[in-house]
Nanobody, 125 residues
Framework: VQLQASGGGLVQAGDSLRLSCAAS????????TGWFRQTPGKEREFVAS????????YYGNSVKGRFTISRDGASNTVYLQMNELKSEDTAVYYC???????????????????WGSGTLVTVSS
């Protein structure tokens, strides 16, 4: 499975941005796709995740109510709509995919098996 994240950029606080994560390869193996973010010197932080079959969603506490994750099964693409962006949302955002038939942990980076290259989001205050 290969993942390609895109959509990052420079925005102002309060603006919106939508990230995309396109999956290719053995996509039937994917159970869920998630977004994580990381800033220098900090651990990777869980942002959101969605299961492919039922569309169940999970969010990190810092983004609940502002970010929405969704998927398009036809194009094997997962989106992260980010609204009301804050300066603390500045980070490199990574998409990751979790294989089927693995424990139901959606928030730990160790639970994901495939990773994209990341896209930088910079929010200026």
């Amino acid at each position: 499975v290969q993942l390609q994240a895109s959509g990052g950029g420079l925005v102002q606080a309060g603006d919106s941005l939508r990230l995309s994560c396109a999956a290719s390869g053995r996509t039937p193996n994917i159970y869920a796709t998630g977004w994580f973010r990381q800033t220098p010197g900090k651990e990777r932080e869980f942002v959101a995740s969605i299961t492919w079959t039922l569309g169940n969603t999970y969010y990190g506490n810092s983004v609940k109510g502002r970010f929405t994750i969704s998927r398009d099964g036809a194009s094997n693409t997962v989106y992260l709509q980010m609204n009301e962006l804050k300066s603390e949302d500045t980070a490199v955002y990574y998409c990751a995919a979790k294989r089927r038939f693995t424990p139901s942990d959606f928030t730990s980076s160790d639970a994901y098996h495939y990773w994209g290259s990341g896209t930088l989001v910079t929010v200026s205050s």
